[in-house]
């Protein structure tokens, strides 16, 4: 890596530019080129881009301000994150970013004078099992220790190339724990196609509508939408249409499409174009989080190979329909993850949830019916086009047919992914995992449920307690209404800011939180964040806001203990309102 940063004279715009059609589709995409060229995004940047693609100045830096893994400030040559959730703080994040800044000379989320590197913190990285982790420019870091970052340092301080580091650092494994169903039966790829096309194109659009009705398959990606439904609403509207995967795995906790992404592609991708050949699409996308930006590569890999073998193109399979796959990054935006979100970033815009109706199978990318299904939905398509709905049926419940995979983490010995079906009881996960001294357990991560102790015997299905796939154990050691807090800090953070309820509301539980943390808080307060929580989960835009208070709501609920020891007399609480200061408002 040079000592020096490139100037942004040094860029080649025209050559970057040429690697994607101009528009506002692209805009993001390159707006993450330059930052990984530059480390930030700087105004002749801007200038050239709205000048060549006559787009407006305010319209690209609304983008640049949006996501976090863009600056128009300069950030290091070495630019790292640590990951900043519960989990890893648990395992003491917090130490080795202090130490890692001191040995650098550098504060957090502050760039270094020279511009050698900046250190900040950041949401979940999808790597809780190997805990505690982080990114430097783009690769992950794992399994990070005092001696590591000790390392680390001296590697950054050197100027070391990436590629000179040592491997073990970037090092992701994918522990699988127990093998169900899914994770038994890889399919060669093709091999779904050719089963759907084995009669003709318009019988095997029929036949597999019917068979993801009978198998009751429903999404993966935590709402549980009936994923024939889905399809068949978007077959019905008028052509052309779009295929969207979403692979924005952000809820903090949740890690199990990494391992899909990383070695079940050829699943995925398999089931997208399965979906393709039955609704009609002809354009597809795969939406990855910017913090797997380090899968990219492979994913493009696995792309190319199909499109070698006749499974993407303008002819799949001899079928006469064309179809095929863009991949497309996200750069830090857990709002993202929202299906109405990750068609406005993929058409190059801040990520806003849209309002609905109209759904994207109705309206979606670019105004086309357009089906999104999360990256495991697509791999359980792929199986139940092979081998059937009574399969598929075989594993979990009724209202919950299938399984599950599960992201463990937190305070248990074996953490990792784990298979398991529809309708298993959080205290057998736990036996599974080694989680010995159970407080609670947060399923579905901090926009799903804490349980206590009590409530063990609950089973993990659309009845009971759905999930996206996230299940966090805390065990007796831990402050549950301090983790409560810092998740709503990061609904705070990540709230897109569109609607009042979830930006104002947010900002109050964060506040209350730090309060009732700290003991300034009383009564009245907790009332008040209640009341709160009750008015954001009725009125927020999406699904963020409508989930935030979730943490606190359950921990006052299940955990009153850690609330009450903490509450002053509301005479003696802090009291915001009349310590603020009101300034008169002027009108621009």
Known sequence: MSAHPPSAAALDLDALLAAWPAGPGALLQVLRAVQARLHHVPDTVVDALARRWGLGHAAIRSVVGFYHFLSSTPRGRYTVYLSDSPTDRMAGSE?????????????????????????????????????????????????????????????????????????????????????????????????????????????????????????????????????????????????????????????????????????????VVEGMTLAALTVGATQGFVYLRGEYAFIAPHLQHVLNERRRAGWLGPDIAGSGHGFDIALHLGAGAY???????????????????RTRPPFPVDRGYLGLPTVNN????????????????????????????????????????????????????????????????????????????????????????????PTGGAFTVFDSRRDLLDIARQYTHFFAHESCGFCTPCRVGCVQLADTADRLVQGHAGPRDVARLQETGRLMQRLSHCGLGQTAAHPLLDVIAHFPDQVQRRLVPDADAFDLAAATVRLPVTLR
């Open 374 to 465: 999360n990256v495991e939905t697509f791999v359980q398509v792929a199986q139940i086009a092979m081998h059937g709905a009574a399969w598929f049926r075989a594993q979990g419940t009724l209202q919950s047919p299938g399984t599950r995979l599960l992201s463990v983490a937190g305070d248990v010995s074996r953490p990792g992914l784990y298979e398991v079906p529809w309708g298993i009881t959080v205290a057998d996960v736990l036996a599974e995992c080694g989680a010995d001294d159970v407080q609670a357990v947060l399923v579905g991560g901090p926009s799903g449920t804490l349980i206590d102790a009590s409530q063990l015997h609950r089973q993990i299905s659309f009845e009971d307690l």
């Open 95 to 267: 130490a080795l970013l202090a130490r890692l800044c001191a040995r650098l000379g550098v504060q957090p989320e502050q760039t270094r004078a020279d511009g050698l590197v900046s250190v900040h913190r950041t949401s979940c990285t999808g790597l809780c099992d190997q805990r505690p982790a982080g990114l430097v420019n783009e690769r992950p870091l794992v399994r990070l220790t005092p001696r590591r970052i000790d390392e680390i340092a001296d590697l950054i301080r050197t100027a070391t190339p990436l590629d000179a580091w040592p491997d073990d650092f970037f090092a992701v494994s994918n522990p699988v724990w127990r093998h169900q169903q899914t994770l038994s039966h890889p399919i060669s790829p093709g091999a779904a196609l050719q089963r759907l096309l084995a009669s003709s194109l318009e019988q095997g659009r029929r036949d597999l509508i019917a068979t993801l009705r009978e198998a009751g398959l429903r999404g993966r990606g935590g709402a549980g939408f009936a994923t024939w439904q889905k399809w068949l609403a978007c077959q019905q509207a008028p052509g052309p249409r779009a295929i969207t995967c979403n692979a924005d795995e952000g809820e903090p906790g949740t890690f199990k499409d990494r391992l899909l992404l990383m070695d079940w592609a050829h699943e």
């Open 335 to 353: 709002v993202c993850g929202e299906e109405t979100a990750l068609i406005e970033s993929v058409e190059g815009k801040r990520g806003i949830p």
